[in-house]
């Protein structure tokens, strides 16, 4: 079982709407969490963390679920900018920096 | 200022030559790290540093891999002979402290052929 599992996608969406990405990771000891994005070609750039308590930062809102090892995204009103691969990122246990990455779903917001 | 920078941005090479790849850290931040995309797989850790010294080389394939960060500055990772499952997209981040997020290069598409 892969450590971090993400959405097969890819995920085609007119502007406008909203969609979800969804995340499940194996390691219960996992500390931190996050959503990187990486458009194509490019170096992967950090989203945002992801929080037990749940945040948002405009139209994006993360929530993590420690009990089931579930970590989502939700993009509202979703722009062509936004078109990019979208990565579940988790960081081991205390004491080692080494991140974890799923594989990515890939996102196409069309005019 | 800078962010990390990598270099060479590509690279094409014959299976069991070497190849360098470089790394320039943002200024200042002590902790280096070096993952690699290989086709259709998810972006995996190789190793960190943390100034000069290897803090975890976990993820370093094989006895073919040797990373280097000499003074703390810039790193190298260095593949030698190169095989074909080599090829990918080798990535250098760095961080200020433990922490703290991880700036990204853009990466050195190696393609050993």
């Known amino acids: 079982r892969k450590e971090v599992e993400q959405d097969p996608g890819p995920f085609n969406v007119p502007e406008g709407a909203t969609v979800a990405f969804n995340c499940t990771y194996s390691?219960?000891?996992?500390?931190?969490f996050f959503w990187y994005r990486q458009d194509c070609r490019k170096e992967p750039k950090l989203l945002m963390s992801v929080y037990s308590s749940g945040n948002e930062d405009g139209r994006f809102t993360a929530q993590l679920n420690r009990a089931s090892q579930y970590i989502s995204l939700l993009i509202r009103d979703s722009k062509l900018s936004d078109s990019a691969t979208y990565l579940c990122?988790?960081?081991?246990?205390?004491?080692?920096?080494?991140?974890?990455f799923g594989k990515g779903t890939k996102l196409t917001v069309n005019p | 200022e800078a962010g990390v920078t990598q270099f060479p941005s590509h690279s094409v090479i014959e299976k069991g030559q070497t190849v360098t790849l470089r790394c320039d850290p943002i200024?200042?931040?002590?902790?280096l790290y070096w993952y690699r995309r290989v086709m259709g797989k998810e972006i995996k850790f190789l190793l960190h540093?943390?100034?000069?010294?290897?803090?975890?080389e976990s993820g370093m394939p094989n006895n073919r891999f040797l990373a280097e960060r000499t003074g703390g500055t810039y790193s190298t990772l260095k593949v030698q002979p190169a095989e074909l499952e080599d090829s990918g997209v080798y990535f250098c981040?760095?961080?200020?402290?433990?922490?703290?997020?991880?700036?990204f290069g853009q990466g050195t598409r190696l393609t050993v052929v």
């Open positions: 990122v988790v960081k081991a246990q205390g004491g080692s920096e080494k991140l974890v």
């Open positions: 540093f943390v100034k000069e010294s290897k803090q975890d």
């Open positions: 200024s200042g931040h002590d902790n």
């Open positions: 981040a760095s961080s200020l402290v433990m922490n703290t997020e991880a700036f």
């Open positions: 390691n219960s000891a996992s500390q931190s």
